[in-house]
């Protein structure tokens, strides 16, 4: 059964948002704002992609404008959880290099026909997952650079190459953006029951459906973050992704 658009959803939605800004503000989390921000933005994204989307899928050229959105808000979103200077752009690399493998190899096979209402929600998730990998995945490098600054200079004076002396330190940290990614996986149907697989159970599918395409979407997840991890990575090994406070060696 699905839910009911109607008032009662809507005031259920607003208290359970309030909810979290409180139970935020109340434990000193920080980001209360940032809750209630991200709920409303949100609501207002949903209810306007409800309605493009039922546009979007006549018509290939807008369906491509609209997955390009898609990409675009990910690089943005991504690089600038990762760093607030010029080189958050580079985000581009490591989210196109996991979805565009993956997307590019089930148009090629038919397991994904290109029409709108099937590509957009799965050039979607796979988008979201990369997104999270590459943030994730940075994040964690850089800091971990920051904080054994010293180490990285221990490499170097040990004759690593820069690259090399980066990776040593910021490998075993930025390989952590994959557990979310394999918990998932390894407790799917103990512990959680995904939301595609719900979804086709709402949606009439039968349960050995839903279950296919519930490790279908699991097993891409796996191979997008991966991709996204490993590209991320490198790049920060490389100074293509750094922050300000960075010695000028690990920025070029």
């Given at each position: 059964?699905?839910?009911?658009?109607?008032?009662?959803?809507?005031?259920?939605?607003?208290?359970?948002?309030?909810?979290?800004?409180?139970?935020?503000?109340l434990?000193?989390?920080?980001?209360?704002?940032?809750?209630?921000?991200?709920?409303?933005?949100a609501?207002?994204?949903l209810?306007?992609?409800s309605?493009?989307?039922?546009?979007?899928?006549?018509?290939?050229?807008?369906?491509?404008?609209?997955?390009?959105?898609?990409?675009a808000?990910?690089?943005?979103?991504?690089?600038?959880?990762?760093?607030?200077?010029?080189?958050?752009?580079?985000?581009?690399?490591?989210?196109?290099?996991g979805?565009?493998?993956?997307?590019?190899?089930?148009?090629?096979?038919?397991?994904?026909?290109?029409?709108?209402?099937i590509l957009i929600?799965?050039?979607?998730?796979?988008?979201?997952?990369?997104?999270?990998?590459?943030v994730?995945s940075?994040?964690?490098?850089?800091?971990?650079?920051?904080?054994?600054?010293?180490?990285?200079?221990a490499?170097?004076?040990l004759?690593?190459?820069?690259?090399?002396?980066?990776?040593?330190?910021?490998?075993?940290?930025?390989?952590?953006?994959?557990?979310?990614?394999?918990?998932?996986?390894?407790?799917?149907?103990?512990?959680?029951l995904?939301?595609?697989?719900?979804?086709?159970?709402l949606?009439?599918?039968?349960?050995?459906?839903?279950?296919?395409?519930?490790l279908?979407?699991?097993?891409?997840?796996?191979?997008?973050?991966?991709?996204?991890?490993?590209t991320?990575?490198?790049?920060?090994?490389?100074?293509?992704?750094?922050?300000?406070?960075?010695?000028?060696?690990?920025?070029?």
């Amino acid at each position: 059964m699905l839910l009911p658009v109607n008032t009662t959803l809507g005031v259920i939605l607003a208290i359970l948002l309030v909810v979290a800004v409180v139970v935020a503000a109340l434990a000193h989390l920080g980001h209360a704002r940032a809750i209630a921000v991200a709920g409303l933005r949100a609501a207002a994204q949903l209810a306007a992609v409800s309605y493009l989307i039922g546009w979007v899928v006549g018509a290939l050229p807008w369906l491509l404008c609209f997955l390009a959105l898609m990409y675009a808000v990910a690089v943005r979103t991504a690089g600038r959880r990762i760093t607030r200077n010029r080189t958050w752009w580079w985000a581009a690399v490591p989210i196109a290099a996991g979805v565009a493998p993956v997307v590019g190899l089930l148009l090629l096979t038919g397991l994904v026909p290109p029409r709108g209402l099937i590509l957009i929600p799965v050039v979607g998730i796979l988008i979201g997952g990369a997104l999270t990998a590459t943030v994730l995945s940075g994040r964690r490098a850089l800091d971990e650079l920051e904080s054994r600054r010293g180490e990285v200079e221990a490499g170097l004076a040990l004759g690593l190459l820069d690259r090399d002396a980066r990776m040593e330190i910021a490998r075993p940290a930025a390989s952590d953006a994959l557990l979310p990614g394999l918990d998932q996986t390894r407790t799917v149907g103990l512990v959680t029951l995904p939301g595609a697989f719900v979804g086709m159970l709402l949606g009439g599918a039968s349960p050995v459906q839903a279950g296919a395409v519930q490790l279908f979407v699991l097993v891409a997840l796996l191979a997008v973050q991966a991709a996204a991890c490993a590209t991320a990575l490198e790049l920060v090994a490389r100074g293509r992704i750094h922050r300000v406070g960075l010695t000028a060696a690990e920025g070029e």
